[in-house]
C-alpha cells in the first residue's frame, strides 16, 4: 500500500516531470510545500492558476506575455531593423538581464535535429523568414547554443534569409563551444554580442 494519497502522488509526479527534478526531489518539495501550507502552497497554487489563466505566446516573437503582441514587441522604443533569434524564452530572459540588446526577438521553439526528426516547419523558422520579409528588418542576430544543433540551426536560418539581403550575425568572442546561452552570466553574454560577426555567406 501507497504511503501516500492519490492527490499527493500525483503531484509528485506531476513535479517530477520539471527540468532537473526526479521522482525523490519532486517528493521533498511537495512536502515542503503542505509543511507550509498557508504561506507557500496556497500563494504558489493561486499564482500559478493565474499563469494558465492569463499568460499567453506572442504571435509575433514567441515570447509570453499576458497580451499579445507582448510587451517587447509593442514596444515603441525598441530598435524595430533588429530582430535576434533565440532558442527558447530562456534565452530571451538572459539577454534581457544582461540588458546588451534593445531590438525585437524571434524564438524558433527549439533547433534543428535530423536524430529526433526536428525540422524547420516544426519550429517558427518560416515565421522568421516572412517577419524578414515584410517588416523592414536590417540585421538578424543568430543568439543560438554553440552546439551542433544550434550551429545547424543557424546555417539553415543564414542561408534561408540570403535572398532577403538583411545582415545577418551570430555571437562571438565569449559564447563557449557547447555552451548554452541560458546557463550564461550577463557578462558572457555582454562580450558575446559586442563581438558579433556577420554570418559566412550574407
Not at 62 to 74: A, E, L, S, W
Request: hydrophobic fraction near 40%; proline fraction near 3%.
Amino acid at each position: 500500500m501507497s504511503s501516500r494519497n492519490d492527490e499527493i502522488t500525483r503531484v509528485v509526479e506531476l513535479m517530477a516531470r520539471l527540468p532537473g527534478l526526479g521522482p525523490r526531489s519532486a517528493q521533498r518539495i511537495v512536502l515542503h510545500l503542505l509543511r507550509a501550507r498557508q504561506g507557500l502552497l496556497q500563494p504558489l497554487a493561486s499564482a500559478l492558476a493565474a499563469l494558465a489563466e492569463s499568460v499567453r505566446q506572442c504571435g509575433v516573437c514567441g515570447n509570453f506575455d499576458t497580451r499579445d503582441p507582448c510587451h517587447i514587441c509593442r514596444d515603441e522604443k525598441r530598435k524595430r531593423e533588429v530582430i535576434c533569434v533565440v532558442k527558447d524564452v530562456a534565452d530571451l530572459w538572459a539577454l534581457e538581464r544582461a540588458g546588451v540588446f534593445h531590438g525585437r526577438y524571434h524564438v524558433t521553439g527549439g533547433l534543428l535535429s535530423a536524430i529526433d526528426g526536428i525540422t524547420p516547419e516544426d519550429l517558427r523558422i518560416p515565421n522568421l523568414i516572412n517577419r524578414v520579409r515584410t517588416e523592414n528588418v536590417r540585421e538578424v542576430i543568430l543568439a543560438l547554443d554553440a552546439t551542433v544543433e544550434g550551429q545547424t540551426t543557424a546555417h539553415y536560418i543564414a542561408e534561408a534569409l540570403k535572398e532577403t539581403g538583411v545582415t545577418v550575425s551570430h555571437l562571438a568572442h565569449g559564447m563557449p563551444v557547447g555552451g548554452e546561452l541560458e546557463y550564461l552570466d550577463e557578462g558572457t553574454i555582454a562580450a558575446a554580442f559586442r563581438a558579433r560577426r556577420q554570418a559566412e555567406g550574407s
